[in-house]
């Protein structure tokens, strides 16, 4: 189906997104006008954000995940954005806090694809959804606005801004993922050594398989679906914390192991 043509104040929001992200510098905010009308069009100028950065995507983000979270964000469902695989990094890592924008720390499972899910009509199911699942891994998410608390526009401005997307840690890859029981797994997140947030899988709408089967079914209708190796993270189950230069934060997934992220000073 063919779409519109953005705009010039989406193709001028687009353009401004892109270099916010190329140059790692805030947003002073958005004019009225300068706000998607609706989700849909938010996407839209987060897929021309995708295309003219030119940056190799890894897979997909969802937030929003839990009705607290809907409520922060002031969104009546969950939101998602791309992943970048130069923001992908392997547990445990060492990030400069200093070049951060509005960083918050949130603890998530991370579903890799085994197969494509692409558009159709029909709507997938769930057991065809855990059917594609090739590995599962615990995963802090670095998420970063390129607007500040205070220049935070309605919620279609930040689905624009790729609903936040910053870095995605892993920890270990989990093949055998069924046994796992996601939704009851126990995931508690500590600051330099004290425990801060404890919560499970079922923060995740339930379960994260619920999330990966929510989003397979939100981009078989608008976008290019699902692929095969992509990353999916699911949603904080430690809700979010913000992160200070010099800390160490330590999510720990119980029997799936942890994840290790240090904010340095410089």
């Known amino acids: 189906m063919s779409q519109e043509p953005l705009d010039a104040n989406m193709q001028e929001l687009a353009l401004m997104l892109t270099n916010a992200r190329r140059d790692g510098a805030y947003m002073l905010g958005l004019a009225p006008d300068m706000v998607p009308r609706d989700c849909a069009m938010a996407y839209r100028v987060a897929d021309r954000v995708i295309h003219e950065l030119a940056w190799e995507t890894a897979g997909w983000k969802v937030a929003a995940t839990s009705e607290d979270m809907q409520r922060r964000l002031r969104s009546p469902e969950p939101i998602y954005g791309r992943v970048f695989r130069r923001f992908v990094w392997q547990s445990p890592v060492e990030l400069s806090f200093a070049p951060l924008l509005t960083p918050l720390v949130e603890c998530e499972f991370a579903l890799e694809m085994g197969r494509s899910l692409p558009p159709r009509a029909k709507p997938y199911s769930r057991d065809e959804v855990a059917d594609a699942i090739a590995a599962v891994h615990p995963a802090i998410e670095v998420a970063e606005c390129r607007f500040r608390d205070a220049d935070l526009p309605p919620i279609e401005g930040v689905l624009a801004d790729g609903s936040a997307s910053g870095y995605l ?51 078989a209708v608008f976008g290019d679906g699902l692929k095969e190796g992509e990353v999916i993270s699911t949603g904080t189950c430690t809700r979010m914390i913000p992160p200070r230069a010099g800390e160490v934060h330590l999510a720990d997934f119980g029997k799936l192991g942890e994840v290790v992220v240090k904010f340095t000073s410089g």
């Open 169 to 219: 840690i892993l920890g270990e890859r989990f093949e055998d993922w069924r046994e796992l029981r996601l939704a009851a797994a126990p995931v508690r997140l500590y600051t330099d050594g004290r425990l801060r947030r404890e919560g499970s899988g079922a923060d995740a709408m339930g379960d994260p398989l619920n999330v990966l089967h929510w989003l397979a079914n939100a981009r």
